[in-house]
T-cell receptor, first 114, second 111 residues
Framework: AQKVTQAQTEISVVEKEDVTLDCVYE???????LFWYKQPPSGELVFLIR??????QNEISGRYSWNFQKSTSSFNFTITASQVVDSAVYFC???????????FGTGTRLTVIP | DAMVIQNPRYQVTQFGKPVTLSCSQT?????MYWYQQKSSQAPKLLFH???????NEADTPDNFQSRRPNTSFCFLDIRSPGLGDAAMYLC??????????FGSGTRLTVV
């Protein structure tokens, strides 16, 4: 069975603050993929990152960074110097090798206050 | 640009009146998915096609059907929409595990 937990339902930060969104996952597979998606109010799902289970390197892309730790089954997402445009719902998701379903967490609604 | 296109972006239908949502792709991906996302919830998979093979999730209501006439197109048919079917419907494609592309979604309102 697989499960993705995003314990933070809603987070509010003031612009320029850093914020970390937590994601904890469960899977029995040794090979799997983890994702983060952004969903702005318009509704589309915007792909942010994909990480496979064999690559534990952390990644930085501009103001975004991701910390993947298999030891704690976590794949956390940090936004540095947040901006109002970062306000959205962020979903962490998991899929297993050989499967064709993307399992989503319940999402974290981030509000960045100007 | 290669992409996944969903039409219409917004759909209003009457209670009980059949409605069809469409999805097309220019990526030539062999897998196409339909997800339902209700307000403030995570997207939930309804079914997917692997080429022509249809795979229904166990808890997808019979009211929801799908057709994939060719690689590029996939349709979601709701035979008798109820108020509880109001949601965002997201189409996605993938060629292999790990590479999903989502459309912009169709927001369905049932009146």
């Amino acid at each position: 069975a697989q499960k993705v937990t995003q314990a933070q339902t809603e987070i509010s930060v003031v612009e320029k603050e850093d914020v970390t969104l937590d994601c904890v996952y469960e899977t029995r597979d040794t090979t799997y993929y983890l994702f983060w998606y952004k969903q702005p109010p318009s509704g589309e799902l915007v792909f942010l990152i994909r990480r496979n289970s064999f690559d534990e390197q952390n990644e930085i892309s501009g103001r975004y960074s991701w910390n993947f730790q298999k030891s704690t089954s976590s794949f956390n997402f940090t936004i540095t110097a947040s901006q109002v445009v970062d306000s959205a719902v962020y979903f962490c998701a998991l899929t297993q090798t050989g499967a064709n379903n993307l399992f989503f967490g319940t999402g974290t609604r981030l509000t960045v206050i100007p | 640009d290669a992409m996944v296109i969903q039409n219409p972006r917004y759909q209003v239908t009457q209670f009980g009146k059949p409605v069809t949502l469409s999805c097309s792709q220019t990526l030539n991906h062999n897998v196409m998915y339909w997800y339902q996302q209700k307000s403030s919830q995570a997207p939930k998979l309804l079914f997917h096609y692997y080429d022509k093979d249809f795979n229904n999730e166990a808890d997808t209501p019979d009211n929801f059907q799908s057709r994939r006439p060719n690689t590029s197109f996939c349709f979601l048919d709701i035979r008798s929409p109820g108020l509880g079917d109001a949601a965002m419907y997201l189409c996605a494609t993938s060629r292999r595990v790990g590479g999903y592309t989502f459309g912009s979604g169709t927001r369905l309102t049932v009146v």
